[in-house]
Structure formats: C-alpha cells, structure tokens
C-alpha cells in the first residue's frame, strides 16, 4: 500500500512519505493542545492568586516584541489618546517633573 509513487508539483513522493508527515504534524497538534491546556492551568492559578489575567496576557504579548516596536507602538497609542483628549496620568506627570 505505500510503496506506490506519486508525482505532486513536479517531485516523485511515495505514500510512506506522505504518511509519515501527517503522521509527524498529528504528533505535533497533540502536543501544541496539551501545552495549551497547560498554559490555561498557569492562568487559572494566577487568577486565583489575584492577578488580572488580562494584563499578564498583555504582558506576555509585550515580552515578545522587540523594544523598539513596543517604543513605537507606545508613542502612536500615546499620540492618539491625547488626540482624543485624555491627557497623560498624574504618575506620568510626576515622572516626568511636570507635575
């Protein structure tokens, strides 16, 4: 039943191989669920200890992004909410001396 080849976009593959790729990437969706399942146990607890779960999400999201793309992202969101008039918080002005 494998041993037969087949011609896909110009390149001779045998049913073995196709097998065995699925077989690899079924492999490989069990564990990306398990580990999802996983990650949603850490949240649980975290939200059980009393963090937001919705700002270590945002945190997490963050860490992944290099400093200058989180600087400039920063300073668009920071453009457009004085755009649309909410100023800077007393904390950012006491940080900055302004206050």
């Not at 850490?42 to 793309?69: C, H, M, S, T, W």
């Amino acid at each position: 039943m494998f041993e037969t080849v087949k011609k896909s976009e110009g390149t001779m593959i045998s049913n073995s191989q196709i097998a065995t790729v699925v077989e690899r990437i079924e492999k490989m969706e069990d564990e990306k669920s398990a580990i999802s399942l996983d990650i949603s146990e850490i949240y649980k607890e975290a939200k059980g200890n009393g963090f937001d779960v919705k700002i270590l999400r945002k945190v997490i999201a963050a860490r992944k992004k290099p400093q200058n793309q989180r600087d400039s992202e920063n300073a668009i969101f920071d453009l457009y909410m004085s755009a649309v008039g909410f100023e800077q918080t007393p904390l950012g002005r006491y940080s900055e001396g302004t206050e």
